[in-house]
């Protein structure tokens, strides 16, 4: 049984830092993506930042040069620095595995319960 259970959300000032983990356990899939999505109250789910089997990386438009994912295989957890942070980023944040395009959430087969994070002004 796959399961990801995220860690490390809360709340932080404008311009302050976060990081987000993800521990994943029961997945050998090690060819797909693995992600980082947010969704605020009443929009869609979109991808923040995504990371492919051969570590490339994938970002949004409005975390790039912000955002930094990164995992570590021995540990089975992905994780999600974040720098700068503003208002902006509020939202529930959401790990997950499996995914055949990196950003797509719909192409994404296994995900945690989210982690809240909120960045006040």
């Known amino acids: 049984q796959v399961q990801l259970e995220e860690f490390g959300g809360g709340s932080v000032a404008a311009g302050g830092s976060l990081t987000l983990s993800c521990v994943v356990s029961?997945?050998?899939?090690?060819?797909?993506?693995m992600g980082w999505f947010l969704q605020a109250p009443g929009k869609e789910r979109e991808g923040v930042a995504g990371?492919?089997?051969?570590?490339?990386?994938a970002y949004a438009d409005g975390v790039k040069g912000r955002f930094t994912i990164s995992q570590d295989k021995s540990k089975n957890t992905l994780y999600l620095q974040m720098n700068n942070v503003s208002p902006g980023d509020t939202a529930m944040y959401y790990c997950?595995?499996?995914?055949?395009?990196?950003?797509?959430?719909?192409?994404?087969?296994?995900w945690g319960q989210g982690t809240q994070v909120t960045v006040s002004s």
């Open positions: 997950a595995a499996g995914g055949t395009s990196c950003l797509s959430a719909r192409d994404y087969n296994y």
């Open positions: 029961g997945y050998s899939h090690s060819d797909y993506c």
């Open positions: 990371i492919a089997s051969d570590g490339t990386t």
